[in-house]
T-cell receptor, first 112, second 114 residues
Framework: GENVEQHPSTLSVQEGDSAVIKCTYSDSASNYFPWYKQELGKRPQLIIDIRSNVGEKKDQRIAVTLNKTAKHFSLHITETQPEDSAVYFCAASIGGAQKLVFGQGTRLTINP | DSGVTQTPKHLITATGQRVTLRCSPRSGDLSVYWYQQSLDQGLQFLIQYYNGEERAKGNILERFSAQQFPDLHSELNLSSLELGDSALYFC?????????????FGEGSRLTVL
C-alpha cells in the first residue's frame, strides 16, 4: 500500500511538556522516514530523519523512533517551546523508494 | 532560503482556464518533485522528474501535466481548472534520483480558482 497514517491531527501541550506524534505505514519495503515541520505560511523543512537500519535517532530536543516490525515510527519533542508550534508531517519512502508519501499532518500548539 | 524558486507566488484564475507553475531547483539538484497541499490537507505527491525524465508518479490528475527541461527547471501545467484545484503547489528538489534524502521545498505557488 501507499498509505501513511498520522495521529493525532491536532495536539496541544503546555510549554515545557513533551509531545509525541505517531505514524504508521503499510509498505514493508519502506526504508526512509523523515519528519518535516511547516510553520504557518512557510515551506516544509526537514527536522529529522531515520533510516530502516536504525531504531532511534536524537537531535537535541527531538527524537524519532522506528519499529519496523510494527511498521510505525514516532516523533518525540521534549521541553517544548512556543517556537515548536507548527504543523508536523511524517513521511515514508514507498514503492521501492520511488515515492515519498506524507502523512496528513499534526498541528502542534504549545501553550505558554 | 532553500534555493528552490517557484513562480508565481500567487495566481487567481477562473474555472476552465489553464495555468503553468514554474520551479527552479537548487543548484546541482537533479530531481524535482511536485506536491499539492489543499486547505488543512497533507502534502499530496503529484510527480517527480530526475534529470529530465519522469521518475515517479503519484495521484496526478489527467488534466495536469509536468515536464523538466534540459536546464533542470520544471513546469506543472494545470488545465480545465476546477474549484477543487485551488491549493498550494509546492516544488521540491534533491540531489538524488530517489527521495531518500532531504527534499528542499520552495515557498509554493498558491492557486485560487474562482
Amino acid at each position: 500500500g501507499e498509505n501513511v497514517e498520522q495521529h493525532p491531527s491536532t495536539l496541544s501541550v503546555q510549554e515545557g511538556d513533551s509531545a509525541v506524534i505517531k505514524c504508521t505505514y503499510s509498505d514493508s519495503a519502506s526504508n526512509y522516514f523523515p519528519w518535516y515541520k511547516q510553520e504557518l505560511g512557510k515551506r516544509p523543512q526537514l527536522i529529522i530523519d531515520i533510516r530502516s537500519n536504525v531504531g532511534e535517532k536524537k537531535d537535541q530536543r527531538i527524537a524519532v523512533t522506528l519499529n519496523k516490525t510494527a511498521k510505525h515510527f514516532s516523533l518525540h519533542i521534549t521541553e517544548t517551546q512556543p517556537e515548536d508550534s507548527a504543523v508536523y508531517f511524517c513521511a515514508a519512502s514507498i514503492g521501492g523508494a520511488q515515492k515519498l508519501v506524507f502523512g496528513q499532518g499534526t498541528r502542534l500548539t504549545i501553550n505558554p | 532560503d532553500s534555493g528552490v524558486t517557484q513562480t508565481p507566488k500567487h495566481l487567481i484564475t477562473a474555472t476552465g482556464q489553464r495555468v503553468t507553475l514554474r520551479c527552479s531547483p537548487r543548484s546541482g539538484d537533479l530531481s524535482v518533485y511536485w506536491y499539492q497541499q489543499s486547505l488543512d490537507q497533507g502534502l499530496q505527491f503529484l510527480i517527480q522528474y530526475y534529470n529530465g525524465e519522469e521518475r515517479a508518479k503519484g495521484n496526478i490528475l489527467e488534466r495536469f501535466s509536468a515536464q523538466q527541461f534540459p536546464d533542470l527547471h520544471s513546469e506543472l501545467n494545470l488545465s480545465s481548472l476546477e474549484l477543487g484545484d485551488s491549493a498550494l503547489y509546492f516544488c521540491a528538489s534533491s540531489v538524488e534520483g530517489q527521495p531518500t534524502g532531504e527534499l528542499f521545498f520552495g515557498e509554493g505557488s498558491r492557486l485560487t480558482v474562482l
